[in-house]
């Protein structure tokens, strides 16, 4: 029998408060609830319209790269909170089983636990199936309109954006948020992505500090049992430990 601590609700979106880590974190609630937001953290609306980040990635694992992505664009764009949404399949990763929704969703938690702008939003792994961009955006679209929507995307993932699901509607409904590594020309990256799909003033660029680390270079040294110190935090390496992740 699992046990399921007492209820609370979150004043700003009625979402379920569930205790996390000693602190409060937002659990989705059941049925047609709000889009599967979850965080660490209250997250009170400011008087403007809220500038929300979308962060999407399969998180297997979240490392140190992430969250400097994370943090960088939180800064250079205003952003009131980034959500981190977790894949449920990804269209463009295939041949590879990945972790267990549940056990990556603890991963991001974890992963993002101790910085009270991220949240969890885990609308994809509860609708399972491939995830489409544009079916997140029309959900988060349709139950907060008030808020911006900005879109952080790759140059890796965005230079075939035009195969994208209805991708010519996705700048209609976020700002499309370009990542390129530090010292990269802003129209050399822009150029290099350059899709009729998207829009003038629906695109921006933003530079980040270059980080050589990946998911799979994590998952690679666990599984030669290599340290992975610095790659990720102390909450997530605790995650793989207990879950008997990455092991050759």
């Not at 009170?44 to 790269?65: C, K, L, Q």
């Not at 035009?162 to 590594?181: D, F, G, T």
Request: charged residues 25%.
């Amino acid at each position: 029998m699992s046990f399921r601590p007492p209820e609370t609700r979150c004043p700003w979106s009625g979402a379920v408060l569930l205790p996390f880590a000693s602190r409060p974190i937002v659990a989705s609630s059941s049925g047609e609830s709000k889009a599967g937001l979850t965080g660490v953290g209250p997250h009170p609306e400011s008087g403007a319209d809220p500038r929300v980040g979308i962060f999407g990635g399969t998180f297997d694992p979240p490392h140190a790269g992430h969250a400097i992505v994370a943090r960088e664009v939180v800064e250079a764009l205003g952003l009131n909170r980034l959500l981190w949404v977790p894949a449920a399949t990804p269209p463009h990763k295939t041949g590879r089983a990945l972790t267990p929704p549940g056990v990556r969703r603890r991963l991001v938690e974890a992963a993002i636990e101790s910085d009270p702008r991220f949240e969890l939003c885990d609308l994809e792994l509860e609708r399972g199936g491939v995830s489409y961009t544009i079916d997140t955006l029309r959900r988060l679209r349709a139950d907060h309109p008030r808020w911006s929507l900005y879109l952080v995307v790759g140059m890796d993932l965005l230079a075939g954006f035009a195969r994208w699901k209805e991708s010519a509607a996705i700048p209609e409904l976020a700002e499309v948020v370009v990542i390129a590594r530090a010292g990269v020309p802003e129209e050399v990256a822009l150029a290099a992505v350059r899709d009729p799909a998207l829009p003038d003033g629906r695109v921006r660029f933003v530079q980040v500090t270059p980080v050589d680390i990946s998911s799979a270079r994590v998952r690679s040294r666990l599984a030669g049992n290599l340290a992975v110190r610095g790659m990720v935090t102390p909450a997530v390496r605790a995650v793989i430990e207990r879950e008997g992740l990455y092991r050759a």
